[in-house]
């Protein structure tokens, strides 16, 4: 009996399988993760096609209250300004002494309007604040309020081009990370330089860092420099990391 049963959950669970693996074969009609075929990335296919055909494509992560804020480790780079470290960048020191003040972020690529934005240019934008639970792959996770831009009304500000597809970032501790359209247009997808009602902490990303609330936390990018629209997939990864891991 115990067996039986066993045999039945694998057998749904292979064919569950199947059946995304069906929707991946099926005349390759789209949404195959542009990772598709690199064997280090293989765990993309799965998740960016359930995450593509099964959820509607804006569906909202959930927020939380106030008190559901937690202490929240800093992990990877914590100052790409220190010397001291591997992706260290002189750069960043100097404008981290500068309180940020001569900081902007270029946004360039396939945009009707590039453009150098500054600190204050992006809080004149109409601002979004949202208390969410970060997902590290190391195992932990952590409550935060984040404050910032949508990235879509960023992106609609440039005017991407029709042909466009991926945003590319760029930071200071030299990681350069793509999303495709349908999470940099997310209504949760912002540029956040605040975190729990002050300016974005060194340690997490100041001044401006990503928040992608439907992928895990490397998605996240700290530490911004440059922001650039694509139209073809740009897979500058080599850290063995998965490129699409949806949460
Ligand atoms: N530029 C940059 N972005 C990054 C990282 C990093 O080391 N450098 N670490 C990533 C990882 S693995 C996680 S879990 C989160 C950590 O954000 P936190 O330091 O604010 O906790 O940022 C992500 N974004
Ligand atoms: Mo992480």
New binding site residues.
């Given amino acids: 009996m115990e067996k039986k049963k066993i045999i039945t959950r694998r057998k749904a669970i292979v064919t569950g399988l199947a059946s995304l693996g069906g929707l991946l074969l099926a005349g390759c009609s789209k949404p195959l993760p542009p990772t598709y075929g690199n064997i280090l990335r293989m765990g993309d296919a799965l998740t960016y096609v359930a995450h593509r055909t099964l959820l509607p494509g804006q569906s909202l992560v959930k927020e939380y209250a106030h008190r559901d804020i937690s202490s929240?480790?800093?992990?990877?780079?914590?100052n790409?300004g220190d010397a001291s470290k591997q992706?260290s960048s002189e750069d960043y020191a100097n404008l981290h002494r500068d309180a940020f003040a001569n900081w902007t972020l270029p946004i360039e690529g396939s945009v009707s309007r590039p453009g150098s934005y500054s600190l204050a240019d992006l809080q004149k934008f109409p601002s979004r604040k949202q208390i969410t639970r970060?997902?590290?792959?190391?195992g932990?996770t952590?409550i935060?309020e984040w404050t910032g831009v949508p990235l879509s009304t960023v992106l609609q500000s440039v005017g991407i081009k029709p042909r466009a597809r991926y945003v590319c970032f760029y930071?200071?501790?030299?990681?350069i990370d793509c999303i495709d359209l349908l999470d940099a247009f997310h209504p949760q997808t912002i540029l956040a330089y605040g975190?729990n009602g002050r300016n974005l902490p060194v340690?997490?990303?100041a001044p401006l860092?990503?928040r992608l609330e439907t992928q895990?936390?490397?998605?996240?990018?700290?530490?911004?420099q440059k922001i650039v629209v694509t139209d073809e997939f740009v897979d500058t990864g080599d850290s063995g990391w998965a490129w699409y891991v949806g949460i």
């Fill in positions: 929240f480790p800093a992990t990877g780079t914590t790409p992706f970060h997902t590290c792959e190391e932990w952590a935060a930071s200071y501790d030299g990681w975190m340690p997490h990303g860092r990503l895990i936390g490397y998605k996240s990018m700290k530490y911004l």
